[in-house]
């Protein structure tokens, strides 16, 4: 640093400025000032090459092992470059009043003063960054000129700048102008570059090489913890350059496999139950009703007996080296070691790629769910580079199988059971992976002809497929169909169980003369089926009034009783359809009493008055009392 900082200063007093040199201007043209400076520069530059290198690259080993690779790192020097050149920059100052042209630089270097040496390089600077200086306007322009070699160590060097234009005052149409000069002292010897190096490992390792040379370090991979490939790099901090290496450590397992085979005989029991969405219904005479049917069965539990196990045992080399077993063990949770035969003496060599097959077998007290394991204990070995093995610890290998009763080996009793039904006969069969198993389906009941109670039975039952065991549970419905008096329906009800359905059909509607269903609805111009399915938009009270009075006059066909309120209202409904169509309009007080009339017909047909309402399946069973509550008042209306 102490020899540096002195060439600096020597080259900081011996950089000299000449000029600025001048001219004055003359009509017509311009005028330019000059200087140029200059810096020597002397280095000899040292390349390197680095080689990184391991041995073995590759480690196949056991769980347990262990495998140490030797690193070499080798770098090389070769005899370094020399360079020597001046640079500095030359700047132009336009002192005139025009533009100028044709701006021109070269440069010559000189290599001694006094009195100066012939010129030993010159070069064209490269004024094209601009070309045209305007009026007034200075700008500099960087050169480099190189140093024929060997140079002048320690004596002086001169630069000669020579500016021209074409258009100077007094020169017009010839280049002319300027030629500022520098001196400067060339250093007495080059900096060094690169003479030495660092060279730092990923592995953690540094070295400082001077000259050509190598370092070697050992590291240790150990399976499981190291297995994979390991890359390494060693780079010249200098330069950046580097070079790696890489280590793949394979590690392998024996593989244990074994298998459990028990023998038992297991007895399945089962059971069953059936169940209807419905207990009770009420109905009239001629209506049907939907009842939703389901039968589960279960394994309810089973009963083994006769317990063994035995089975195979292979332990398989999958590496590419052999492997030392010291033995090979079984053991029985909960029982004890089993008896396991190999046909071999311990300590044994298994191949690369082969197996070593055994047999073993153990009485059980039980059925308890138990492990069976087995063991292949290997000897593990820790390798030098050259591959050379020291004994050192060993590592089992295991593999398990579970003692389960519920293998293919077990000869089972009544696993499947065939299922049946009274109403929808055969169900189907079913297995205990099946289990459980729920059948659904629905049934009509009715439709009765006469009044008093009935009692729909119902029975499902299985049989057992070995034995021949049976079970059964049955569900039953109570059906009631009022008399005297009867029970009532929805006009929900009767809109789907016409002869255009969906439901089945109630013969009631064949009581509503002449034609059923299609019986003209007096001034309406529709039939009955069609006013039950128009919906009163905008209450419209004519259909709301209609609605009810077919659903009574049905409910009354069908049987049901009446009473004296429903009575008027049948009649007074009659005398308004006769007079009033469904677009005819109403005084406000004619279309409340058709409302409070409708209204004494829907608690009618809901069973809130009269003889009560019939089980339905329909789900348009809604009353019209909130509609009322809210917006009609019914000063003759008791509920």
């Known amino acids: 640093m102490i020899i540096f900082s002195a060439i600096a200063a020597l080259i900081s007093l011996a950089v000299l400025s000449v000029g600025p040199a001048s001219a004055e201007p003359t009509p017509g043209g311009t005028t330019l000032t000059a200087t140029v400076d200059i810096t020597p520069h002397w280095t000899t530059t040292y390349h390197w090459t680095i080689d990184k290198s391991v041995v073995p690259a590759t480690w196949n080993l056991f769980t347990g092992d262990q495998g140490t690779s030797m690193y070499t790192i080798t770098v090389t020097k070769d005899q370094g470059v020399e360079e020597a050149w001046m640079d500095g920059q030359v700047c132009v100052t336009n002192g005139g009043a025009v533009a100028t042209e044709n701006l021109a630089i070269t440069a010559d270097l000189k290599n001694g003063l006094p009195p100066p040496d012939d010129v030993v390089a010159s070069i064209s600077v490269n004024t094209s960054g601009n070309p045209v200086l305007d009026p007034g306007e200075t700008d500099c322009y960087p050169y480099l000129v190189n140093v024929p070699l060997p140079p002048h160590a320690g004596g002086e060097y001169k630069i000669t700048a020579n500016v021209t234009i074409t258009n100077h005052s007094g020169h017009l149409g010839t280049p002319f102008g300027p030629s500022p000069s520098a001196t400067t002292v060339f250093p007495a010897s080059p900096t060094l570059i690169n003479a030495s190096i660092n060279v730092d490992d990923t592995n953690g390792g540094s070295w400082l090489f001077s000259d050509s040379g190598s370092v070697s370090y050992n590291r240790t991979f150990a399976c499981d913890g190291d297995e994979g490939k390991h890359d390494n790099t060693a780079t010249i901090r200098e330069t950046g350059q580097s070079d790696g290496a890489s280590v793949t450590v394979n590690c392998y397992a024996l593989q244990v496999t074994k298998d459990a085979q028990t023998s038992l005989k297991r007895t399945y029991d089962w059971t069953i139950d059936k169940s209807a969405d419905q207990e009770k219904v009420i109905l009239s005479i001629g209506q049907q009703f939907l009842v939703n049917y389901s039968v589960t069965v279960n394994v309810g539990g089973y009963t083994d007996s006769d317990w063994a196990v035995s089975g195979d045992i292979a332990v398989h080399n999958p590496a590419p080296i052999d492997a030392t077993i010291n033995a090979v063990s079984d053991l029985v949770s909960g029982v004890g070691p089993a008896d396991v035969d190999c046909g071999v003496t311990f300590p044994y060599t298994l191949l690369a790629g082969g197996t070593l097959n055994c047999t073993y077998s153990a009485d059980l007290p039980d059925a308890a769910s138990r492990t069976n394991t087995a063991a292949a204990t290997l000897q593990n070995y820790s390798y030098d580079k050259d591959g050379n093995g020291t004994p050192g610890g060993t590592t089992d290998f295991t593999g398990s199988a579970a003692v389960s009763f519920s293998n293919p080996t077990i000869a089972e009793v009544d696993e499947c059971i065939d299922v049946s039904d009274s109403l929808q006969g055969v169900l189907g069969t079913v297995c205990i992976g099946d289990a459980p198993k729920t059948f659904t389906y629905s049934r009509w009941i009715g439709p009765y002809e006469a009044c008093g109670d009935y009692t729909v039975d119902n029975t499902a039952s299985f049989t057992a497929n070995d034995t021949g065991t049976t079970g059964n549970n049955g ?11 009867g029970c009532t329906l929805t006009p929900g009800y009767w809109k789907t169980h016409s002869k255009y359905g969906p439901a089945p059909y109630d013969d ?24 039950l399915w128009t919906n009163p938009r905008g209450g419209n009270a004519y259909y709301i009034l209609a609605h009810q009075f077919i659903a009574a006059r049905l409910n009354l066909l069908n049987g049901a009783s009446s009473t004296p309120a429903v009575d008027a209202a049948l009649a007074w409904a009659e005398t308004f359809f006769n007079t009033y169509t469904p677009s005819s309009t109403l005084s406000k007080p004619l279309r409340n009493t058709a409302l409070n009339y409708a209204f004494v017909l829907d608690t009618y047909n809901n069973g809130y008055t009269g003889p009560g309402h019939c089980s339905d399946n329909n789900p348009e069973h809604t ?11 019914l000063p003759f209306v008791k509920r």
């Open 475 to 485: 569900a039953s419905v109570a059906v009631n169909v009022p008399c005297p008096g």
């Open 508 to 531: 009631a509607w064949a009581l509503l003369l002449p034609d059923g269903e299609d019986t003209e609805f007096y001034l309406s111009g529709q039939s009955y089926y069609e006013v």
């Open 623 to 633: 009353s019209l009392l909130l509609y009322f509550d809210h917006f009609i008042a």
